[in-house]
């Protein structure tokens, strides 16, 4: 028996028959797809005709040049307004360390990053923050989420220093959880909630909310649909492309493994 909730890949060559745990239904390898299995574990069939890629590029928004640093050297690219761009690797070829070198999370030894235009070397995640970028950990429960405060206090952590020169109120806060629960559609009981309480994919979903609210141009994505079903997955994935698709800004997704 191969039991898994999201490497639909690996278990199809191996399998002889497929039952969807919860859920109503056996399909032999005669009957299975990945498209009707997922279907049956999620209870809808998911539509991946929502992704596509942007048409209209703009000009260049970060511009990475021979970047090296502890556990990475040379590293070159850019990213133009509107774009998404996948690193893929190995666990430990750097793409984490790279994101984190690019938002001032861990410094670089050697090269260039320009950013709207200008040169930047960010000193603190705070500079970078300040200037529109915004990055979303791979190890949420570590790195991002405070997993005994409330879901509330939780979404609006990034956005605190930047409400009315530091001043701020419970309603400003609370009318800004409650925004983003409803543009993320975040299943929850009540904002008062420790985040805990959530589910993997609605404890994503209130990190990349957190992100959302400062209005980044650009969103950095480490890892993120690590650790969600493969239904929340879709949905994470989907969030992704919005702020794009609004034109608040760009992402880089870091994530896959090749």
């Not at 990475?72 to 850019?78: A, E, L």
């Amino acid at each position: 028996m191969y039991r898994t909730r999201s490497r639909m890949s690996y278990a199809f060559p191996i399998g002889s028959r497929y039952c969807a745990m919860g859920k109503v239904g056996t399909l032999t390898r005669q009957e299975a797809s990945e498209q009707r299995v997922v279907g049956m574990m999620v209870g809808r069939e998911l539509d991946r005709s929502a992704f596509s890629a942007p048409e209209n590029l703009g000009d260049v928004l970060l511009d990475v040049r021979n970047l090296s640093g502890e556990r990475f050297r040379d590293v070159s690219f850019q990213l133009r307004r509107g774009e998404i761009l996948g690193f893929s690797g190995l666990v430990g070829a750097g793409r984490s360390e790279v994101a984190r070198a690019i938002f001032g999370a861990d410094p670089h030894t050697a090269g260039e990053i320009l950013f709207d235009g200008r040169a930047v070397r960010f000193r603190s995640p705070q500079d970078a923050i300040r200037a529109g970028v915004a990055m979303v950990q791979e190890d949420r429960k570590v790195l991002s989420l405070f997993m005994n405060m409330t879901i509330n206090d939780n979404m609006t952590l990034a956005e605190l220093p930047f409400m009315h020169h530091g001043i701020t109120s419970d309603r400003t806060e609370r009318q800004l959880s409650e925004k983003m629960v409803r543009q993320l559609d975040i299943r929850l009981a009540s904002l008062e909630d420790p985040v805990s309480s959530l589910s993997g994919g609605n404890q994503q979903k209130t990190v990349l909310g957190r992100w959302l609210a400062t209005h980044p141009k650009l969103l950095i994505l480490d890892e993120p649909t690590h650790g969600v079903d493969v239904g929340a997955k879709s949905g994470d994935l989907r969030l992704d492309s919005q702020p794009r698709q609004r034109g608040h800004g760009c992402h880089v997704d870091l994530i896959g493994i090749a």
